[in-house]
């Protein structure tokens, strides 16, 4: 149906960038809010930043003024450039997407399938 494909990971050493991407294909009518979400080892998944169709934009406290969301609505695609990254900041980060694939029917959520993100001391 719907398939969030996620790249940009990677290792890096604090203080450096890593821009993330994500698209979306498949059956898509049209898309809502896209967003980024984080899961550290041991610990929950969070929400890191999203984004609406509108472009109004929502951060964690932990990335505000570091991370940056953006999105190409033609392209079905959501970024996300991380800045300053911290070692706290190391977990896999799955990419969301509230997709409309049929017209009348509601948003469902879909997932990426991580990338692995790793800040070294």
């Known amino acids: 149906q719907v398939q969030l494909v996620e790249s940009g990971g990677g290792l890096v050493q604090a203080g450096g960038s890593l821009r993330l991407s994500c698209a979306a294909s498949?059956?898509?009518?049209?898309?809502?809010?896209m967003g980024w979400y984080r899961q550290a080892p041991g610990k929950q998944r969070e929400l890191v930043a999203d984004i609406t169709r509108g472009g109004a934009k929502n951060y964690a406290d932990s990335v505000k003024g570091r991370f940056t969301i953006s999105r190409d609505i033609a392209k079905n695609t959501v970024y996300l450039q991380m800045n300053s990254l911290k070692p706290e900041d190391t977990a896999v980060y799955y990419c969301n997407a509230r997709v409309v694939t049929i017209p009348g029917l509601r948003e469902s959520d879909y997932w990426g399938q991580g990338t692995q993100v790793t800040v070294s001391s």
């Open positions: 498949g059956r898509i009518f049209s898309i809502g809010a």
